[in-house]
Structure formats: C-alpha cells, structure tokens
C-alpha cells in the first residue's frame, strides 16, 4: 500500500516542482554532516560538492565523530577515507542516539572486497546493523564488461531498474560511477537476500549495473547471496525508508567522494575518461537529486503517506462497519419477508374461518325455519288434539244422558 501511495505523492509532488523548483527544493538550509573518515582536509569532489551545493550547511568530521558533531544535522554522510579505521562503538552510539530522534537520514557508503577495501564493507555493515536497518553490503565485488569507464571494474551503474517510486531520484541521470564497487543486499529474519528479487518492505534499489553485471570474489568470506560469475543486474545503490520515524538509509557500493575517485562528478577530475566525449555519466545530477530529496521533501512525503494510509485504514473500517451493517439489513430483510408470508398465511385462515362461519350461518338459518316449521306443527297438532278431546268428552256426556233416559225407558 505504502508503494502505491508514494507513488501517487511523488508524481504530485514532481508536478508542482515543475511550478516552483525554488519553492519546493530550497526553502531552508539543511546541515548535512559527511564523516570523512582518516582524512585530513576535503578532497577534491568533496570540495566541488560543497561549493556547487551552496544552500547546504556543510559541515565535516576527520576524526572520531561525537554527538555534539551531528547536532542539528538532517543527513550525514559515512566515508571512510581510511579504510584500517572502523567506526568504534562510541561513534556509532552517537550516531544511533542522533538518528532514533527521527526525520534523519544517513548514506553509509562501502566499497569493493579487493584487497584493504574490504575492511570498508566490513565498517559499513557494523553501521548498517547498528542502526537496524534491513541494507547490507555482500562480501564480492561487482564489475560490468559493457557500462563502465574503460574497465570493467569501472563501473557506470544504471538507472533502468529504479523502482519506480523513486524514479524521480534518478531525473536527468542514466549512469553513476561507481569505480570498483560492492553489491548491496537485503539482511531479513537472520537472512540476507538479493534485493533485485527480494526487497524488504521499505527497501527500494535506486542504482544497478547493467544486465550483463558480473560477480566478482576477491577474498573471503565467499558472497553471501550471489554466486561468483553470476550475470545479472546487481544492485549499487539502496534505499530504506522508515515510515515510522520518517528515516532514510542509503547505502552504496562506493563512495560520492573521499575514496579513490567517487560518483559525484568525476569529469571534472578526469574528463577524458567520464566527460561528454567519453564515457558520460551523471553521478553529479544524482548526488544533489538525494541529497535534496532526503533533507527537503522526503519528510512531508513520508509524513503525506502516514496520514494517507492511516486514512484508507479508517476507511476499510467504515467499509466494513458498512457492509455488517448491509449484512444486518440483508437478514432483517429476510425476517420481515418470512413475517409477510406469515401474515399472508394467517390471512388465508382467517378467510376460511370466515367461509365456515358464512357457511354455519346458513345452516343455523336453515335449523331455525326447521324450528319454527316445526313449532307451527306442534301448535297445528296440539290445536286438533284440543278439538278431538272436546269431541270425545261430548260424545261421553251425551251417551251417559242417553244412558240415563232412555235405559229405564227401554226397561219399561
């Protein structure tokens, strides 16, 4: 999710750069702090970085760096100009007491395993952990028989496998010098892994070499992830962000400056080699694009994705407040349908409890003029019964005063 939301942010954020560079690119005075490690003054790249780079504070550390070194600082950039000099456990937990405040970014840069540059890698990697981060450099070096300065361990890295959410890191740049560089990898669960197939979240490849990069073993330890006289696409450059405390890690296969010759325009040391005439590259443009990217915008954007993502998060969960809440209407919906059908049922009796009833009252109608039938016949009965008695008590009476005369008239 964070990818595809930087990824919108980034073509807002180039869109209205196009408005106004001065306003989005230059509106403070980031201090960025390069730890030259060994060193005794600037060296030449370093010095053109400090007088093109005007609108940075520019500040170096020679020797050990202390807290009070990085105070105030945005960015620092770790080189060692001496390789035999590790970063100690007491710089490093200034380095990390500085960085865990948050809004920071720091390039640690490596070099090759050949020869005393190797103790580089190891140096780098010390920081790299000690910090937390997920980058690490692979003990080999890499080499590019096609883009290259005149040999293939002079490397020119490519821009055409950015991930595309910081293809604007590389505008203007197709290649970087990178002179006899190391491999960054990724370090996961107690793993390490090829960032070209296995990006951790929050890691981005910036820079590789070309297709047809080559592996190279010069001491031990053998490489962690590749194997020696692999072909391939070997990352040179990595990001990682921090979308928590808005931190930014880059490491590198070899140094902007202050080692033998560094990306950041190094036409202007050797241009018969890497001018316009030669073999260009843009390791200058590239340099200033990060450099501007991680002490002026890449917080606001940082910062834009947070509340982006904490907003879709808000959002899935009303969806799916919505949807238990569609889910609800959906059963009582049901419920309702069932009670209809119910209702519809209960109407369907009670119509046939009212066909009975109609029906029962014709019946109890009928009985009721079969009643009334039958008390006219009683009455007509119990009338003639009346008449036939008075007959028979006539007739009675009459034959006792017959009997009564005409008996002794009939004895005489």
């Known amino acids: 999710m964070k990818k595809r939301i930087l990824s919108i ?5 180039l869109a209205l750069s196009l408005c106004s560079v001065a306003a989005l690119s ?3 005075n980031p201090r960025v702090v390069v730890h030259l490690k060994g060193a005794y003054n600037p060296d ?10 005007s609108w940075v504070t520019w500040s170096v550390v020679y020797d050990d760096i202390a807290a009070s070194d990085l105070t105030g600082a ?3 950039i770790m080189v060692q100009a001496n390789s035999t000099l590790d970063f100690n456990d007491d710089e490093l937990a200034a380095i990390k007491s500085w960085f865990e405040k948050g809004g920071k970014a720091v390039w640690v840069a490596a070099d090759s395993d050949f020869g005393n540059d190797a103790l580089r890698q190891a140096s780098a ?16 070096s890499a080499e590019d028989p096609v883009s ?6 002079m490397v020119l890295g490519v821009s055409d496998n950015v991930d595309p959410e910081f293809a604007h890191l590389v505008s203007g740049v197709e290649r970087g010098l990178f002179h006899g560089p190391g491999i960054v990898i990724g370090y996961v669960g107690g793993s390490y892994v090829a960032l070209e197939t296995d990006a951790p979240d929050g890691v ?5 070499t070309s297709d047809v990069g080559v592996v190279v073993d010069d001491s031990e330890p053998v490489p962690e992830v590749h194997e020696a006289g692999a072909e391939g696409s070997f990352p040179l450059m990595a990001m990682e962000v921090d979308y928590d405390s808005g931190n930014i890690v880059i490491a590198t296969g070899d140094a902007p400056f202050g080692q033998y010759m560094g990306l950041y325009k190094p036409e202007m040391i050797w241009p018969d080699r890497y001018g316009v005439d030669a073999n260009p590259q843009q390791g200058g443009r590239l340099f200033e694009n990060i450099v501007d990217y991680v002490t002026q915008y890449g917080g606001m954007l940082i910062d834009s994705v947070n509340v982006i993502e904490a907003k879709e998060g808000e959002i899935f969960s009303l969806e799916g407040e919505v949807s238990g809440l569609e889910g609800e209407v959906s059963t009582l919906e049901y419920q309702v349908s069932e009670l209809e059908g119910d209702v519809s049922d209960l109407e369907a009796d009670v119509s046939g409890l ?16 079969d009643v009334a039938g039958i008390e006219v016949a009683l009455a007509a009965a119990q009338s003639s019964a009346g008449i036939w008695q008075m007959y028979a008590i006539a007739t009675l009476v009459l034959g006792a005063v017959v009997g009564y005369f005409v008996g002794p008239m009939l004895k005489k």
């Open 44 to 53: 030449t790249q370093l010095t053109y970085v400090m007088n093109n780079m």
């Open 354 to 369: 009212e066909g009975d009833i109609g029906g029962l009252i014709v019946q109890i109608a009928g009985l009721v003029e």
């Open 148 to 153: 290259n300065g005149g040999a293939p361990d």
């Open 9 to 13: 942010l980034l073509l807002t954020t």
């Open 74 to 76: 945005d960015m620092l």
């Open 125 to 140: 990697n010390s920081a790299l952990e000690y910090l937390g981060s997920a980058l690490r450099i692979e003990a080999a």
């Open 204 to 208: 981005y490849v910036i820079m590789t």
């Open 26 to 28: 230059f509106a403070a």
